[in-house]
Nanobody, 121 residues
């Protein structure tokens, strides 16, 4: 069974940094786009950053210049380096990926279980 497992959330003071990681595991043939979303209390889930398998990364305007997304294709992992954190970055962060497992040999969109990031003022 394929799944995404996240790590790295926690409590940090404003101005601090955290690094989130997400690993895709299972019988994986290929991984296409990977990304991070977040959902704050009372708000809709939003895209934070995305990284295709080749091509340009994209970021929400609110995190540009502060967050950096990267991936390691050999390990099927994606990371989110978050610097200069603000209280408004507080949310549950979810990893997302389009994965081709075998079996079944069809593309699946997977979500991680979520990891809480809390930024105190």
């Amino acid at each position: 069974q394929v799944q995404l497992v996240e790590s790295g959330g926690g409590l940090v003071q404003a101005g601090g940094s955290l690094r989130l990681s997400c690993a895709a595991s299972g019988n994986i043939v290929s991984v296409a786009s990977m990304g991070w979303y977040r959902q704050a209390p009372g708000k809709q889930r939003e895209l934070v950053a995305g990284i295709p398998n080749g091509g340009s990364t994209n970021y929400a305007d609110s995190v540009k210049g502060r967050f950096t997304i990267s991936r390691d294709n050999a390990k099927n992992t994606v990371h989110l380096q978050m610097n200069s954190l603000r209280p408004e970055d507080t949310a549950i962060y979810y990893c997302n990926a389009d994965v081709l497992p075998n079996p079944p040999r069809r593309w699946l969109e997977l979500w991680g279980q979520g990891t809480l990031v809390t930024v105190s003022s």
